[in-house]
Every structure is written in C-alpha cells, then in structure tokens.
T-cell receptor
Framework: NAGVMQNPRHLVRRRGQEARLRCSPM?????VYWYRQLPEEGLKFMVY????????ESGMPKERFSAEFPKEGPSILRIQQVVRGDSAAYFC??????????FGPGTRLLVL | AQTVTQSQPEMSVQEAETVTLSCTYD???????LFWYKQPPSRQMILVIR??????QNATENRFSVNFQKAAKSFSLKISDSQLGDAAMYFC??????????????FGTGTRLTIIP
C-alpha cells in the first residue's frame, strides 16, 4: 500500500506566479489535511477536506489560498500570486476515518 | 483553543542511553488524542506513537513509550536504547475527539534530538 504522495517535492516560483501542490492520499483514505511548516517552526493546520467537500478551512489565509479534493484525482492546494512569505514546506496527510493522520513527504515551495 | 508546548528546543543523548522528551498541553476537553511524530533530516513526518486520553495505560511501541499524566496535562516521550537513526525533530501533537469537523492536529514547536555516538 503506497503512502501519501505529494508532488512536486520542490517547487520554485517567482513572486506573483501561481503554485499548485498535489496530494494523493493513501488508498482507501477519504480524508485529506493540509499543513504548512515555516522554517524552524512546527506544522500549522490549514484545511481539512473530504471528497468534494471542505470540512474545516479555519487555518487557511483568507486570500490567495484555495484547496479542493475532487471526486476523481488528487487534492490540490493552490496559491495565487505567491509572495516570499509563502516559502515553506507544505504537508498533506490522509486518514481512513477521523483518526490517525499519515503524512506525505511534503512539497518545499521557494518563492524568489 | 488548544495549545501544545514543548519546552526543550534541543536535547542530546548518548547512543544506547535513554532520553525523555517533554510535552504539555492545554485543553478544556476531556476526550482527545495525543501523538508524537518524528521528522528526520528527510523532513518526512513519521508517526511514532499515539495515546487516547480515555485510556489510562501508557502507549508503547518497541523502544518508544509515553508517560501520560492527564490531570497534569503532560505527555512525555521516552526513547530507550537510543540509536543513531533516532536523531530527528520530534513533535508532540493534540487532536480533539469531539468528532466531525474537529480533526485538525495542533503541534508543538518541536524538540531536536541529537544522538552522540
């Protein structure tokens, strides 16, 4: 059973561009969570999704950030008009029910 | 809101010795889950151990065990027979058990563990 997959692993964007981060949950997992880790900090919750639904987006910045988990395909975290402060590691986790979350390897976003 | 505090930014231990990492948390809830995650230099987040608050028995996974003190809101991780591969950042995390819509993990700031050969 493959683990949580994220791609790309590294992403470089210039200020003002868009960043799209993808997450494929473990097989059989219908719950997806996104977290952000700034340098030298712990992970901070961003958003929780089930298929086609956003359950909790209390950690998402109000502007420029959006997330989706369509019926088919991976979950996408989208950051529009990136700024240098968006540089961070973005982790996706999945779970089969509302229990233990298993993390992917993360996407390192660098904004130049 | 729940908070998780890890007061030891860095710890070191001699190989084969035992080390304890501290974690305290603040919550008004009576039912919840606590976790320790490990983040090695690869930066992959790896689940080490999980504890349900309603269970009085401390969780154990091979060389890893916890000391869960619910009244004190303390959740320390003990690593026995430390190995070089244990070197990593260790994060303590809290999750409510209130059910649907309350599944987010709240993390502490981490403890960097160094293993001395």
């Amino acid at each position: 059973n493959a683990g949580v997959m994220q791609n790309p692993r590294h992403l470089v964007r210039r200020r003002g561009q868009e960043a799209r981060l993808r997450c494929s949950p473990m097989k059989g997992h219908s719950h997806v969570y996104w977290y952000r880790q700034l340098p030298e900090e712990g992970l901070k919750f961003m958003v929780y999704l089930q298929k086609e639904n956003i359950i909790d987006e209390s950690g998402m910045p109000k502007e420029r950030f959006s997330a989706e988990f369509p019926k088919e395909g991976p979950s996408i975290l989208r950051i529009q008009q990136v700024v240098r402060g968006d540089s961070a590691a973005y982790f996706c986790a999945s779970s089969p029910t509302q229990e233990t979350q298993y993390f992917g390897p993360g996407t390192r976003l660098l904004v130049l | 809101a729940q908070t998780v505090t890890q007061s030891q930014p860095e710890m070191s231990v001699q190989e084969a010795e035992t080390v304890t990492l501290s974690c305290t948390y603040d919550t008004s809830e009576s039912d919840y889950y606590l976790f320790w995650y490990k983040q090695p230099p690869s930066r992959q987040m790896i689940l080490v151990i999980r504890q349900e608050a309603y269970k009085q028995q401390n969780a154990t996974e091979n060389r890893f065990s916890v000391n869960f003190q619910k009244a004190a809101k303390s959740f320390s991780l003990k690593i026995s027979d430390s190995q070089l591969g244990d070197a990593a950042m260790y994060f303590c995390a809290y999750r409510s058990a209130r059910g649907f819509g309350n599944e987010k993990l709240t993390f502490g700031t981490g403890t960097r563990l160094t293993i001395i050969p």
